[in-house]
Every structure is written in structure tokens, then in C-alpha cells.
């Protein structure tokens, strides 16, 4: 038996029965592999004397009494690696694991012994290591009579451990704290570097998170919590990187080092272990590089309304001033972020004050005229008694990205200098590309060697020191941007670099094709007949930015994702079905119905958005493939607890990839609610007709 055969035992160990389909998508196994591997398991269950799977041709089940099933949970929680045929890969990945957590050598017979292998085999896999971290400028060291040990840079070593640990967790569900099945790999992940550390780093990221009022994205916190894991599992062998940071007078001056310095306490307080100051630098990197997201209570009741709505005024405004705004994914996201706050200070009748509104109605006329023409226009109830100085704010937004589309189209050739240090000099480096798309950093060299490099079609030159003799263009910044860095730098890029400003009418020309096609013809998945045309015009050389397309709510749910007349235990069954239809479409992973569990647990039942109807999703991103939506309605109706309208007996299911592509399908969904009864929808029992009649409901718009 391998670890595969083992996990699919523990899993069915629950008593519950699967699709064979489903059972692959939540163990990341393809059916065919569950198949072969099923036989396998009966096999090891039999010799055991345990009862064998039940595999029909599309069901799974493991039928045993509840002592039987106790008893079969216990004995599997005590296997270890005797009791399982590891792949090569398995095999040299745990190796790797126990080289890099352990504080000494380790000789080939224990890793034999360990693996219930043959000595010679472990060392067919020693080789393939030894090649492998070579790679990565580590050293397999062999000392005969004291066994293997790893050697090489430590800030190396760490990287590896990262990349290992980061590779076979699976973070989500690690740190939902709820029972699951890892494979055997990932038990020795967290039983090395996890289990120690994990609980207690995520209460202190979680405690700095409330601290600050903002909460890291996902991504960033999956990044600190890890390499926090890697750096206190190093340094309990003694691998403690006691150098300077190279970096570290800069970051001493952050506001994020003193964060990482908090983080530090908390952490010697709870392990009793002082991060060294490179390690305080190491976590200052990251609070830098991370992303965070506003907490938004004000937009619990309104934030589907409040996508839509950006989207119609981004569209007029579009049209008026004949702009492509909404091809630009920066701007749904701030017109979003500003327009929740201002609806919430709307709807309580707060006062707002803007002591720039006349300069802003003078310096950016037209962009403030249109937009009020835009506003009285769309008559949203969500902007009732919205004033001049609102408007005055939401103008920055257009003016910001007509700035913006002047420097999409400019291709800055930019020097950087610095006063000796390469280091500091490719910190401003990356600093300087994270947040100008249109630079290209041609060379970097020191202000003694300027004189001797070539400069040859460079537009201006970006520096830390003063160039008082130099012949080219160059602005003096900080070695750590400051926002009036940042102004300075996008001065030079309007002075100094040749602008190209193409017309893009490649999304209207996409879009009749598509509208052609689909007059013309029957489709069985326009979806993926759109991303096939995306990638057709992209080898042809015309970009079609993914975000541009908004698919209609017809096309998002074609019948095999609309669920009739379901039955359904409470809500958290109702979303785990909405969710699971999209985790055999591959749309999304299993990851994304437990963030969208953890959403309406931590903020709500705001996702019933209307009488007996909830929108539900997940945290952006997390576990999302491509942009999917399933709709379910209900035989037996379920409560969210929303204060006025439960129960809820339609659920749409949305696994967003942005900000705005989804909008034009929220906007039918809504106009469909409008025009048809709740009732009446859910007593449909055909996906087909239920599917025809959002289909007849687009084209009434």
C-alpha cells in the first residue's frame, strides 16, 4: 500500500460514501488512479482483517460498524512508513526533509530503516539529491563512520526548506484547525516544521493583523506564517544566520520593521527563542512586499450593488469620454474601495467635507462635469443625496488612470546608480519595477564607475546620490521610495520618455465575433470557446486582457452547473454542494468551499442578499481556477440567520478571478430576480429550461 492507497482509506474511514469523481478532486488523485489504487487498498484492508471499499461504478464506500471504523482509525493512525510502498519521489522528498530538520548527520542505514528500504536504494536517491542541490549551490557532504550532512549557505538552505514545506502543505486546511487526511509526505512536513510553531504563529499574525485594523491577503499570510516555520525549525538545530543583512540599515528604518520587531517578542515569548537581527530583517521584507485588505463592514448589505455600480459608471464614463477605462483592473478596485465607505456615509446621512473641490471642478473640468452627467443618469438609490464633493473624490479615480494610460504606453530605458553597495542598489531596483510597469532597468552601477558605462539609449538615470557632472537626466531619490519619490519618478517619466498612445478597438472586434458565432451557431460551452478565440488573437499579436471579457450569467451557467430542487442539510451543506459543483468542473479546489464557509462564519450572513436568495463566495482568489458561477435552489429551504430574509431556497455560487469580469453576469442575475419570482424560479426542476429561461432574460436587457 502507498500513501495514496492509505489516504483513501482514512477518507472513507468517515462512513461517507462518494462519487468516485468527488472523492479524486478533494484527494488531488484522477479517477483512473482511484480505481487502481482501490484495488490496493482492499488488498492491505483483507490481509488486515478489515472490510473491503465498495466500489460501484461510480460510488465509494467503506461499510463498517462504528467499533470496526474506531478501531480502523486507531490502527491507521499508528502506521508509519513500514506500512507503505513510497514512490521515488515520495522517498527522496522525505529524505530531504529529514536533512534539512535534522541537527547532525544522518548515515544511510537510518534512512533505510526509516523508509523500509534497501540500503543501496537509499543511495541511488542520496545521488539524485546530491545533483539536485548542487543546483541550488548546496554541498551533500559525506564523512565516513558519521554519515551524510548538508552544507552551504544557510540563507540557501532556508530557501529549499521553504520551497519543500510550501510545495507539499496544504496550507488551507492546515490552518482551518479541522480533522483531514494528509498524505504521508505532508504529516512529515508538519511533524518537522509545522507542528511546533503553526498554532501559536498564526495567533501572533492574527493579533498584528488586528493591531494595524487590516488583514493580510492570503498569499502573505500563507508566506509569513511559512517562512517563520523554516526560520524557527533552523534555528532550533543551531543554524541561527548571525551576519548582517545587507539591506538592514534601510529596513531599520521602516515602518514594518518595527512590526517585525513586535512579532519578534511575541515569538521569544512563546517559544523562548530570540530572532536574530538578519531574521527580524528577513520578516521586514516580507511585511514590505505584502499585501493587505481593508476590513469593510459598510459593505456587508450592498457589496454586490456597490460591483455593479462601479461597473455602470466606469462604463459610462468609458463611453463619454471614449477612454477604454474598463480595461483596467486598478481602477474597478479603487472605484470599489472608495464607493463602499461613501454609500455607508450616504445611507447615515454623515456630512463630508472636501476643501479640494474647486480646484479639482477647475483643473479637471471635463472629467468632473461627465461624471455628475453619469451619476444622474444611472439614478442609483445606493448614491441618494450624494453631494458635489463626493463627485469632486470620485473624479481622482478616472484622472488617476488617464495618468496612468500615459505611461501604459511608455517605455521608460532607466539607469540606476548608487553610491557603492550593489545591494542597496537592486533593492531600489526592485522597488522601483513593482510599482513602474513601463521601466526597464538597462544597467546598474556604482557613481565611480559611471564614467565608464555605457549609457548608450538610456532616457534618464534614477539615483541615491547627487550626479552634479553627469550628462544624461537623473533625479536623486531615497534608497527606500518615498511617496514623493514615487512623484518624482513619474515627473521623469513624463519629460523624458517618447509616448506611443495606440487606439484599442480589439475587445469590440473580439466581442462581435463572439456575438456572431453565437447567433449563428449552437455551442455546447461557449466558455471555453472564448478562451480558445483569447488565445487565436493573442498568437495572431492582439491582447485581450482576461478582465475585459464579462461573460453573461447564461454563459456562466450552463445546465451542468445549475442544481434543481435540492435536498440539503443546513446552509453549510447547501454551500458545500454549490461549491462542490464547481470543484468538478476544476474550476476551483476544494479550498474554495471551505473559504467560502470561513466567510459567511467570520462576517455574516451578508451573502443573503435578498428574500430567499444568497450570493455566496469565498476570499479572493483563494483556491479559484477560472471564473465559474453555479446556482442551486433548494426542496427544503435553509437559514443563514439574516435578520429579514431567511430562508434561503436559491444559492448563487461565484468564484471570482478579479474585480470586475464577473459584474456583467452579477447584472443579469439581478435583472433575472427583478423579473421573475423566487417561488416560481425554484419550482423549475430542469436545469435545461432553468438555463433557457436566464438565456431569454440577457436578451430582454
Not at 479541522?178 to 504521508?184: A, L, Q, R, T, V
Not at 514623493?484 to 484599442?504: A, F, G, H, L
Not at 471579457?549 to 442539510?569: A, D, F, G
Not at 448563487?652 to 439581478?670: G, K, Q, R, T, Y
Request: net charge negative; aromatic share 8%; charged share 25%.
Amino acid at each position: 500500500m502507498n500513501s495514496k492507497s492509505f489516504r483513501i482509506i482514512k477518507q472513507l474511514c468517515s462512513g461517507q460514501s462518494y462519487q468516485i469523481d468527488d472523492l479524486g478532486s478533494k484527494l488531488g488523485i484522477s479517477s483512473r488512479v482511484i480505481r487502481y489504487e482501490i484495488e490496493k487498498a482492499n488488498s492491505f484492508l483483507y490481509r488486515e482483517g478489515f472490510s473491503k471499499i465498495e466500489c460501484s461504478r461510480s460510488k465509494v464506500s467503506l461499510s463498517v460498524s462504528e467499533e470496526e471504523r474506531e478501531k480502523l482509525k486507531q490502527w491507521l493512525a499508528g502506521l508509519s512508513a513500514d506500512y507503505f510502498t513510497l514512490s521515488a519521489d515520495e522517498r527522496k522528498t522525505i529524505i530531504l526533509i529529514l536533512l534539512l530538520s535534522s541537527p547532525g548527520y544522518l548515515t544511510s542505514q537510518f534512512l533505510a530503516d526509516t523508509l523500509s528500504v534497501s540500503k543501496s536504494c537509499i543511495d541511488k536517491d542520496l545521488s539524485v539529491i546530491k545533483t539536485q542541490v548542487k543546483k541550488e549551490g548546496l554541498q551533500l557532504f559525506s564523512k565516513p563512520g558519521s554519515g551524510i550532512f548538508l552544507s552551504g549557505n544557510e540563507q540557501k538552505i532556508r530557501e529549499l526548506c521553504f520551497g519543500v514545506v510550501e510545495h507539499n502543505l496544504h496550507f488551507a486546511d492546515y490552518i482551518s484547525g479541522e480533522k483531514y487526511n494528509p498524505g504521508y509526505v505532508e504529516r512529515q512536513v508538519q511533524k518537522y516544521f509545522c507542528d511546533a510553531w503553526f498554532n501559536s504563529l498564526v495567533a501572533i499574525a492574527h493579533g498584528i493583523e488586528e493591531k494595524a485594523n487590516k488583514k493580510l491577503s492570503y498569499n502573505s499570510l500563507r508566506n509569513l506564517i511559512l517562512n517563520l516555520c523554516v526560520i524557527l525549525t533552523r534555528i532550533s538545530i543551531h543554524k541561527s544566520i548571525l551576519a548582517d543583512h545587507e539591506n538592514q540599515a534601510l529596513l531599520q528604518a521602516t515602518n514594518e520593521y518595527k512590526v517585525a520587531e513586535e512579532i519578534s517578542r511575541q515569538v521569544e515569548k512563546c517559544f523562548q527563542v530570540e530572532l536574530p537581527l538578519y531574521d527580524r530583517c528577513t520578516l521586514t521584507v516580507l511585511l514590505v512586499s505584502s499585501k493587505y485588505s481593508n476590513p469593510e463592514p459598510y459593505l456587508k448589505e450592498d457589496w454586490a450593488q456597490v460591483q455593479i455600480l462601479a461597473d455602470r459608471i466606469i462604463r459610462a464614463m468609458s463611453k463619454r469620454l471614449q477612454i477604454p477605462f474598463y480595461d483596467e483592473e486598478e481602477i474597478y478596485t479603487a472605484l470599489q474601495a472608495h464607493l463602499g465607505p461613501m454609500i455607508f456615509r450616504l445611507k447615515n446621512k454623515m456630512p463630508n467635507d472636501n476643501p479640494n473641490l474647486e480646484l479639482i471642478k477647475t483643473n479637471y473640468e471635463d472629467v468632473f462635469k461627465n461624471l455628475t452627467s453619469v451619476i444622474d443618469a444611472i439614478h442609483s438609490p445606493l448614491l441618494d443625496g450624494i453631494q458635489e464633493e463626493d463627485i469632486a473624490y470620485l473624479s481622482l479615480h478616472f484622472c488617476a488612470s488617464i495618468v496612468r494610460r500615459k505611461r501604459m504606453f511608455t517605455v521608460s530605458n532607466v539607469a540606476i546608480v548608487c553610491v557603492h553597495g550593489i545591494g542597496t542598489a537592486t533593492l531600489l531596483k526592485e522597488l522601483i519595477c513593482s510599482r513602474f510597469k513601463s521601466i526597464r532597468i538597462i544597467t546598474i552601477t556604482t557613481g565611480s564607475d559611471l564614467n565608464f558605462t555605457d549609457l548608450e539609449g538610456i532616457d534618464f538615470i534614477i539615483s541615491s546620490i547627487p550626479l552634479p557632472d553627469c550628462a544624461y537626466p537623473w533625479v536623486q531619490v531615497n534608497p527606500i521610495l518615498t511617496d514623493e519619490d514615487y512623484q518624482i519618478i513619474e515627473n521623469m517619466i513624463e519629460k523624458y520618455s517618447t509616448k506611443n498612445n495606440p487606439t484599442d478597438n480589439s475587445l469590440d472586434f473580439f466581442n462581435d465575433i463572439v456575438s456572431t458565432v453565437e447567433r449563428q451557431s449552437v455551442m455546447d460551452n461557449l466558455p471555453n470557446f472564448v478562451d480558445s478565440l483569447q488565445e487565436c488573437f493573442t498568437r495572431a499579436g492582439i491582447s485581450i486582457k482576461h478582465n475585459k471579457i464579462q461573460p453573461s450569467l447564461y454563459q456562466l451557467l450552463p445546465p451542468e452547473k445549475i442544481r434543481c430542487n435540492q435536498n440539503t442539510l443546513d446552509w453549510k451543506d447547501a454551500v458545500t454542494l454549490a461549491g462542490s459543483i464547481l470543484v468538478e468542473s476544476q474550476d476551483v479546489t476544494q479550498d474554495f468551499i471551505q473559504s467560502m464557509i470561513d466567510t459567511v462564519e467570520n462576517t455574516g450572513p451578508y451573502v443573503v442578499i435578498s428574500k430567499g436568495v444568497a450570493l455566496i463566495h469565498g476570499e479572493g482568489g483563494l483556491g479559484v481556477n477560472h471564473l465559474a458561477m453555479s446556482l442551486v435552489t433548494l426542496k427544503n429551504p435553509v437559514y443563514f440567520h439574516h435578520p429579514t430574509n431567511d430562508p434561503v431556497k436559491l444559492i448563487l455560487c461565484l468564484a471570482p478571478i478579479d474585480n470586475s469580469s464577473h459584474v456583467s453576469a452579477l447584472e443579469d442575475f439581478m435583472n433575472f430576480l427583478r423579473s421573475n419570482d423566487v417561488d416560481t424560479i425554484c419550482e423549475e426542476d430542469d436545469p435545461v429550461v432553468l438555463n433557457k429561461s436566464l438565456h431569454r432574460s440577457a436578451l430582454l436587457i
